[in-house]
C-alpha cells in the first residue's frame, strides 16, 4: 500500500490538540481553513512575539503516524491530532524528505514541505516526558526531531482519511529539513 492520508485535524483556537475532523480544506498560501494557523504571516504565539511580520512556513503540520507505536512503546499513548498536527501520514518518510519536496495530498491540495516541527515545552503538559520522545540526539550527538514537518499551501483543496500522498522531490541539489 503506497502513502496515504490516516487522519486530518484542525482547531480555530490555539490549543496544543486538535480534533480529528472528517475533511480539511487546505487554502493555497494561506493553511488550513478556519485553523489559528491560517494566514500568510506567522501565527504560532513565539514566533509572533518574535517578528510578527516573517512568512508563515508553518501552515500544514505533517505527522508520520509510524511514530505512535514507537511512543506506545516508550509508555505514550499519542493519536492523531494530540500532538497538533494537521494531516497524519502512513507510508511516507517525512523526517527523510528535503526541503522543497511536493507532497499531493488527495485531489488536488500539494503542499511544500518548509523544514522540521521544532517541539516545545508544551508536549510535556499534554504527557510529562513525551518531549524527550520526539527530541534526541543520535550517535554524533546531533538533534534529532521527529514531531512531523511543517509546510506551505501551493494548491488548495479538500484532504481526507484514505487520500492518497504522492510525493515529488525538488530537482538540483536536495538540502536536509532543519526546523521551522
Given amino acids: 500500500m503506497g502513502a496515504t492520508v490516516t487522519a486530518v485535524c484542525s482547531d480555530d483556537q490555539h490549543a496544543f490538540s486538535k480534533p480529528v475532523r472528517e475533511e480539511i480544506t487546505l487554502l493555497a498560501g494561506l493553511g488550513v481553513e ?98 524527550k520522545q520526539v527530541v534526541g540526539r543520535d550517535a554524533d550527538g546531533q538533534v534529532v526531531r521527529k514531531a512531523g514537518v511543517m509546510s506551505i499551501v501551493r494548491e488548495g483543496g479538500a484532504v481526507r482519511p484514505g487520500d492518497a500522498i504522492r510525493v515529488e522531490l525538488p530537482v538540483g541539489p536536495h538540502r536536509p529539513l532543519e526546523r521551522v
Avoid: M, W, Y
Fill in 34 to 131: 478556519g485553523d489559528a494557523h491560517l494566514g500568510v504571516t506567522v501565527k504560532h504565539r513565539s514566533r509572533v512575539a518574535q517578528d510578527p511580520d516573517q512568512p508563515n512556513l508553518r501552515q500544514v503540520h505533517l505527522l508520520q503516524s509510524e511514530l505512535f507505536p514507537d511512543l506506545a512503546a516508550a509508555g505514550f499513548t499519542v493519536r492523531p491530532g494530540d500532538l497538533g498536527e494537521n494531516v497524519t501520514t502512513s507510508g511516507v518518510d517525512l523526517l527523510g524528505l528535503p526541503v522543497g519536496t511536493l507532497l499531493r495530498l488527495g485531489t488536488t491540495a500539494v503542499v511544500e514541505v518548509t523544514g522540521l516541527r521544532n517541539p516545545c515545552r508544551q508536549i510535556d503538559g499534554f504527557s510529562d516526558g513525551l518531549l
